[in-house]
Antibody, heavy 123, light 105 residues
């Protein structure tokens, strides 16, 4: 069973950037699509971005398209989320989640999740 | 984008009750629907996928049904550990979650 650990969260001013990482252990992620899902304080889950197993296909929610970039390094078993032009409404706990399959052309269910990392966008 | 609407938003129930949560998609998603359970401060946990397939290790009191646009999650006999928030997720056209249903005492 894979373990996922997110890092990189913190407090950042509006308009600034932050990069989140999700490191996997216990199994390889190279055959699985991966996703970022966020949860604003007291709110529900929002899918943010997804990437295919090989990194060739990337998908974004409308709310972050053009500002966030998902990427992966399979040699390091690590997923990333580069967040630029951050807004207060991006404040949330960010979870990484493993797709049961390759994540392309459509995702499947998310069968493993990290514990989340909190991003707070505030001046 | 496909919208997912869950009902009710909050459900008050007692141990032993049979409870049903519904999820409606704004367009057909075939059976590409999953259900997750989330407890406060914890990550979501996959319960059911492909609308009705139970994830390994999930108790059999959980069941899912439906296809197309109408889906349901049923807990046959509510246990103390089941008080949590439940989310449906479509993954027919990328991914969207419902707004959640909180099951409380």
């Amino acid at each position: 069973q894979v373990q996922l650990v997110e890092s990189g969260g913190g407090v950042v001013q509006p308009g600034r950037s932050l990069r989140l990482s999700c490191a996997a252990s216990g199994d390889t992620l190279r055959w699985n699509g991966m996703h970022w899902v966020r949860q604003a304080p007291g709110k529900g889950l929002e899918w943010v971005a997804g990437i295919s197993y090989d990194g060739n296909n990337k998908y974004y929610a409308e709310s972050v398209r053009g500002r966030f970039t998902i990427s992966r390094d399979n040699s390091k078993n690590t997923l990333y989320l580069q967040m630029d032009s951050l807004r207060p409404e991006d404040t949330a706990v960010y979870y990484c989640a493993k797709d049961r399959f390759g994540g392309f052309p459509v995702p499947r269910e998310f069968d493993s999740w990290g514990q989340g990392t909190l991003v707070t966008v505030s001046s | 984008d496909i919208q997912m609407t869950q009902s009710p938003s909050t459900l008050s129930a007692s141990v032993g009750d049979r409870v049903t949560i519904t999820c409606r998609a704004s367009q057909s998603i075939s059976s590409w629907l999953a259900w997750y359970q989330q407890k406060p401060g914890k990550a979501p946990k996959l319960l059911i996928y492909k609308a009705s397939t139970l994830e390994n290790g999930v108790p059999s009191r959980f069941s899912g049904s439906g296809s197309g646009t109408e889906f349901a999650l049923t807990i046959s006999s509510l246990q103390p550990d089941d008080f949590a928030t439940y989310y449906c997720q479509q993954h027919s056209s990328y991914s969207t979650f419902g707004q959640g249903t909180k099951v409380e005492i």
